[in-house]
């Protein structure tokens, strides 16, 4: 049987994308695909650029979502999200981050809903404009729930209406996670103007969860128009958290390593704000200390924005000092991006990463589901076990094993 597969490599993008989208239907984008099968003449149709039989996007996402169906209860999840019903946007991030096949649709669904409201109440092409998302990062005990806590609490009182998806690591073997996070912020989450939400990875890596996307885009739908997103404790490449948010904001410790490892690339250069947090009692001086040399060794680093320049704040989360600058910072940079139209193209390449990055992951779920494929793993295992095949040409003839439906 191997002999007759044909293996994957030397495969175009465009072919690649045609072997995609004779599994799933097309979304948005003609040839975008997303995890739902559609019949066999859609599917001749959408796979045909230059065919004068070509469908239009339209009409395929009308296909797309009357295959999804329109369950009641995903219908009135999404009124009671947009209500700003605390209860349904709970029970909306949960459908989001479930595994499960059934819940993956109706969750395309319910999100899908949520986008078109937003267009019938006259918002712009770029949903959730009016929002703003800020990510918060840092080395693992850093600080970064205890600043969320106080940052937050700042910008609550501030007259902002916000939400805290506060991602936590899951176990490498048991797959549980602790979801702590909260704790640290008793303040914040007993306050009706905010909600915060603890979210395990799942093994996803770069920092996030996998559905954290899409609780964002729940979130505000529900009219929280700050988000924040802690990430779990990262090292110096986890930086997947940039294609989901308007501001990445850097935690650094009052005491470090030297200035070589402020430059080393990572996600020190996609940092828009760096705090040094514990600028307080005996580690303030080393905290000012250290925002000085940050902030002297960051003119070595090109600056990703065009409208702004990286800022470095010294910060204590235990006593608030320097709490109102970094509110003040936060909304310079906002306004900044905004009146740059910065921040208008920002999210139209974030929409495009995120519609690559699921299509991704649904096609490793077919992948990973496929009867044909986990035979041909089965079978070569042995082999690669006893050293006599390379994992990698293992993975090539599984991969050429899969077949799409036709």
Request: proline residues 5%; charged residues 20%; contains cysteine.
């Amino acid at each position: 049987m191997l002999q007759h597969i044909r293996p994957l490599t030397g495969y175009s993008i465009t072919s690649l994308q045609r072997l995609w989208s004779a599994a799933c239907v097309p979304c948005y984008c003609s040839h975008i695909p997303v995890s739902t099968p559609i019949p066999g003449h859609a599917r001749s149709l959408c796979t045909n650029a230059t065919s004068e039989t070509h469908v239009a996007p339209s009409k395929l996402l009308a296909e797309y979502l009357r295959l999804l169906g329109t369950d009641k209860f995903i219908v009135d999840m999404a009124a009671g999200v947009r209500r700003g019903d605390r209860l349904a946007l709970s029970r909306a991030i949960t459908l989001c981050e479930s595994s499960r096949p059934d819940h993956a649709s109706q969750a395309a669904r319910m999100l899908q809903l949520l986008t078109e409201q937003q267009k019938l109440q006259g918002m712009p092409d770029v949903p959730s404009m009016d929002s703003f998302r800020i990510a918060v990062s840092g080395p693992p005990g850093v600080g970064k729930s205890s600043l969320i806590e106080t940052l937050g609490c700042a910008l609550v009182e501030a007259g902002h209406k916000m939400a805290v998806l506060a991602i936590d690591p899951s176990s490498q073997h048991s797959g549980g996670a602790i979801l702590g996070d909260k704790t640290r912020m008793p303040r914040l989450s007993a306050d009706s103007r905010a909600y915060v939400r603890p979210t395990p990875t799942r093994g996803s890596l770069g920092g996030i969860a996998r559905a954290t996307a899409d609780s964002i885009l729940v979130c505000e739908a529900a009219g929280y128009k700050q988000v924040l997103i802690e990430t779990v404790g990262v090292g110096q490449s986890e930086t997947a958290v940039i294609d989901l948010v308007d501001c990445l904001l850097l935690v650094m410790p009052p005491v470090g390593g030297d200035d070589l490892q402020v430059i080393k690339k990572g996600i020190m250069e996609v940092a828009d704000i760096v705090v040094v947090n514990k600028a307080d009692g005996p580690t303030a001086i080393a905290a000012a200390n250290a925002a000085a040399g940050i902030a002297g060794t960051l003119g070595m680093v090109r600056s990703q924005r065009q409208s702004w320049t990286p800022q470095v704040l010294a910060c204590s989360a235990h006593d608030g000092t320097n709490m109102d600058k970094l509110v003040a910072m936060l909304q310079n940079y906002q306004t900044c991006l905004r009146q740059s139209g910065e921040l208008a193209a920002l999210r139209k390449h974030q929409r495009r990463r995120l519609v690559w990055i699921a299509m991704e992951e649904a096609v490793l779920d077919r992948l990973r589901a496929d009867q044909m494929v986990q035979q041909t793993v089965n079978s070569l295992m042995p082999e690669v076990l006893a050293g006599r095949m390379a994992p990698r040409a293992a993975a090539d003839v599984a991969a050429a094993a899969f077949k799409p439906a036709s």
